[in-house]
């Protein structure tokens, strides 16, 4: 690319190798620190650090930063692996690394998967990596840039695309056309997007070679397992799934728990989005006076067993069962919304027909909640009590509706395929 990086790239991202090098110490204490509460965080340490005691010279690459990255990976990698690749899979958290390995277990048996730490941020790191790995390219999930990543690909000769990807307004205003952020995305070799409004947003901040392949959330595969086990422990009662709740909104979820409770026999199900703040928010749901069960001490490992009568809030702290949670519910709130680093994921829910609420900060969903919202499956709202008012009425749309608008935007697997072969045959 003519004229990348600029001066002040160059610059930007010698201040920014500085920065690193400096702050490696307090990198390593942070994951020394998250390791006390989740041993994985401070494991195969060396790998953070370009010394991989394994090697799959010619893999595709996939990074995928945690959990939710890799879920939407998961029909993408099953693809590829079903084409005859094999595929070298970089996590930062546990959270992703766990869920990985346990979904290709035998695959990384095999010797057609593997799962390592993504390197940190520093030149030497990644050459380590790229000695390991060779990839024939790279795909990194969602909204992830990372400047050393982009820049050792390039100078690797790996042609690393933006995958399943999409630029948040909130971002994309921020960035502006000129800054460094967006500057440093042209280093990309292209970039798979969600949307015409996400590829319109890339073009114009001098991203080239776009393919606008979908949403790959709409692909991965429901456990039969999960949702049936889900359906039958369904109460007869209505059921409210808080899923993915963040810090900080708590209170306000209680409360609207609260709020509907004085109106409506209601059961809740209320599963945080990270494990390591399962105990504090079990604390603060029986600290407010609400009944409650845990998953973990009610249900045996095969979800077994049976929901105590007179719950209000059945507590899912595990991982890696929301689809069992979800098909539980009538209807859906996913967290996140009401925290300035906006809402996740809405798309298992809408796999599972269920109608929709999130609070108001819905720019990290912008697709698909832009087009969920006029189709009228999914709403937002303003504030919890907003949202406890919007559960007491219970205005949803129909299954028909929510099937629909999942048939109209679903296959984004085989469009990303597609968009692949199409930006490596132009010698991207």
Same mark, same amino acid.
């Given at each position: 690319?003519?004229?990348?990086?600029?001066?002040?790239?160059?610059?930007?991202?010698?201040?920014?190798?500085?920065?690193?090098?400096?702050?490696?110490?307090?990198?390593?204490?942070?994951?020394?620190?998250?390791?006390?509460?989740?041993?994985?965080?401070?494991?195969?340490?060396?790998?953070?650090?370009?010394?991989?005691?394994?090697?799959?010279?010619?893999?595709?690459?996939?990074?995928?930063?945690?959990?939710?990255?890799?879920?939407?990976?998961?029909?993408?990698?099953?693809?590829?692996?079903?084409?005859?690749?094999?595929?070298?899979?970089?996590?930062?958290?546990?959270?992703?690394?766990?869920?990985?390995?346990?979904?290709?277990?035998?695959?990384?048996?095999?010797?057609?998967?593997?799962?390592?730490?993504?390197?940190?941020?520093?030149?030497?790191?990644?050459?380590?990596?790229?000695?390991?790995?060779?990839?024939?390219?790279?795909?990194?999930?969602?909204?992830?840039?990372?400047?050393?990543?982009?820049?050792?690909?390039?100078?690797?000769?790996?042609?690393?695309?933006?995958?399943?990807?999409?630029?948040?307004?909130?971002?994309?205003?921020?960035?502006?056309?000129?800054?460094?952020?967006?500057?440093?995305?042209?280093?990309?070799?292209?970039?798979?997007?969600?949307?015409?409004?996400?590829?319109?947003?890339?073009?114009? $901040?001098? %991203?080239?070679?776009?393919? =606008?392949? @979908? !949403?790959?959330?709409?692909?991965?595969?429901?456990?039969? /397992? #999960?949702? +049936?086990?889900?359906?039958?422990?369904?109460?007869?009662?209505? $059921?409210? %799934?808080?899923?993915?709740? =963040?810090? @900080? !909104?708590?209170?306000?979820?209680?409360?609207?728990?609260? /709020? #509907?409770? +004085?109106?409506?026999?209601?059961?809740?199900?209320?599963?945080?989005?990270?494990?390591?703040?399962?105990?504090?928010?079990?604390?603060?749901?029986?600290?407010?006076?609400?009944?409650? /069960?845990?998953?973990?001490?009610?249900?045996?490992?095969?979800?077994?067993?049976?929901?105590?009568?007179?719950?209000?809030?059945?507590?899912?702290?595990?991982?890696?069962?929301?689809?069992?949670?979800? /098909?539980?519910?009538?209807?859906?709130?996913?967290?996140?919304?009401?925290?300035?680093?906006?809402?996740?994921?809405?798309?298992?829910?809408?796999?599972?027909?269920?109608?929709?609420?999130?609070?108001?900060?819905?720019?990290?969903?912008?697709?698909?909640?832009?087009?969920?919202?006029?189709?009228?499956?999914?709403?937002?709202?303003?504030?919890?009590?907003?949202?406890?008012?919007?559960?007491?009425?219970?205005?949803?749309?129909?299954?028909?509706?929510?099937?629909?608008?999942?048939?109209?935007?679903?296959?984004?697997?085989?469009?990303?395929?597609?968009?692949?072969?199409?930006?490596?045959?132009?010698?991207?």
């Amino acid at each position: 690319m003519s004229g990348f990086p600029s001066v002040k790239l160059r610059i930007a991202l010698w201040a920014y190798a500085f920065v690193w090098a400096v702050g490696l110490p307090f990198v390593c204490i942070y994951l020394w620190r998250r390791g006390r509460k989740d041993a994985d965080y401070s494991r195969h340490l060396p790998e953070r650090f370009g010394l991989y005691g394994q090697a799959m010279p010619g893999a595709v690459w996939v990074h995928a930063v945690s959990l939710g990255e890799f879920r939407s990976a998961v029909p993408l990698i099953d693809a590829l692996l079903a084409q005859g690749e094999r595929v070298v899979i970089t996590h930062f958290t546990p959270a992703g690394r766990r869920e990985s390995s346990r979904v290709y277990a035998a695959q990384i048996t095999e010797g057609r998967v593997c799962v390592v730490w993504v390197p940190f941020e520093l030149g030497h790191c990644f050459k380590g990596f790229f000695r390991s790995f060779s990839p024939k390219y790279g795909l990194v999930m969602e909204i992830e840039i990372w400047p050393r990543m982009i820049m050792a690909a390039r100078a690797n000769g790996v042609p690393l695309f933006m995958c399943n990807a999409q630029y948040p307004s909130k971002s994309y205003a921020r960035d502006g056309q000129t800054g460094l952020r967006a500057q440093i995305m042209q280093g990309f070799a292209g970039a798979l997007v969600k949307s015409d409004l996400q590829a319109q947003r890339f073009a114009s $901040v001098g %991203v080239t070679n776009i393919e =606008v392949t @979908g !949403e790959l959330r709409f692909d991965q595969p429901i456990p039969p /397992a #999960l949702k +049936a086990a889900g359906a039958a422990l369904k109460p007869g009662r209505d $059921v409210v %799934v808080i899923a993915s709740a =963040v810090e @900080g !909104e708590d209170q306000g979820y209680i409360s609207a728990i609260k /709020a #509907l409770q +004085a109106v409506r026999d209601t059961l809740f199900v209320y599963v945080p989005r990270r494990p390591e703040r399962f105990d504090e928010v079990a604390v603060l749901i029986e600290g407010a006076g609400l009944r409650m /069960a845990r998953r973990s001490t009610t249900l045996g490992p095969e979800l077994s067993g049976m929901l105590p009568e007179g719950i209000d809030v059945f507590y899912g702290d595990s991982l890696g069962e929301m689809y069992f949670y979800l /098909a539980m519910a009538d209807r859906v709130v996913v967290g996140g919304g009401f925290n300035p680093k906006g809402a996740h994921n809405i798309t298992e829910s809408l796999a599972l027909k269920k109608p929709v609420l999130v609070g108001p900060e819905t720019f990290t969903i912008e697709f698909p909640f832009v087009e969920a919202q006029a189709a009228g499956v999914v709403r937002a709202v303003a504030d919890f009590d907003a949202l406890a008012a919007a559960l007491i009425a219970r205005d949803d749309p129909s299954a028909a509706a929510i099937d629909a608008f999942f048939t109209d935007y679903s296959g984004a697997t085989a469009k990303t395929l597609t968009g692949i072969a199409a930006l490596l045959k132009r010698g991207v």
